[in-house]
């Protein structure tokens, strides 16, 4: 099987490590395919994403990695983009003109509950102290009726938008253990992720698993959570596992959690990005 991510930042947006290094380092770990994908909200941007006047030198910068390691390792280049109604969306359409492999959809806010009112949005994965003082602006402090948008936000952007990899699909487990606003284990949540689980399959779309909170010290488990990729393997949801890693040191971080953790949940095979399209192997 092979050895890879297609979820990895670099200098770029708000990695450690410069794009060629982490070729340097995926090579030298025995890695076989690589894929680049910058934070992205095109045509708008935040401290930490992808500055729009820099789209074309980054996959310029990408495509020539690609053909200096021709042979020794597959890289791919592509966008990881923010879904925020209104501002900017994870769809084929908007970043066609960049010419790009793949896209991630991921959502890190979520808009103000109050229509009309203006309201910084609920930032899902900032700091602590941010996901707590954006969920009291947006939402009241109200963390079921955060959540709930939150999951309504992620079904609308998988039956909507044209895109391959659904990063870190229950990212507001992030700082859940520290503020407690919502019960993984109620009911209610567990319908949200049935739902949300149906629509990812029906889309089509593949489930990253994600270790990038293990290895950046978020908190001591994978995204999606053992219960969410059972609900996702009985739908027949597609899955790759990615590393969403921020320095060269943490391309495979966790895999061996990821890969144990995806055989538990009853999956057989991950997904691969081919000259053609995406393809399974037995995991």
Known sequence: MRLATYHAHTTRCDGGDSPSRLAEAALASGMTDLGYSAHAAWPFATEWHLRPGDYEAYVAEIRELERRFAGKLTIRCGFEADYLPGVSAPDRGLYARFKIDYLIGSIHYVGAAYPGEIAEPWSVDGPTETVAATLDAAFGGDGKRAVRAYWNLMRDM???????????ADLIRKRNGALGFFDESAPWYRKELERTAKAIARAGKIVEINTG???RGAMDDLYPSAEFLSILYKQGARLTVNSDAHAAKDLTSAYD???????????????FLDSGGWVPEAL
């Open 213 to 215: 909170a293990i290895s």
């Open 158 to 168: 998988v039956s909507h938008c044209r895109f391959d990899i659904v990063g870190h």
């Open 257 to 271: 959690r990821a890969y144990r953790a995806a055989r538990e949940a009853g999956f057989t095979e991950l997904w």
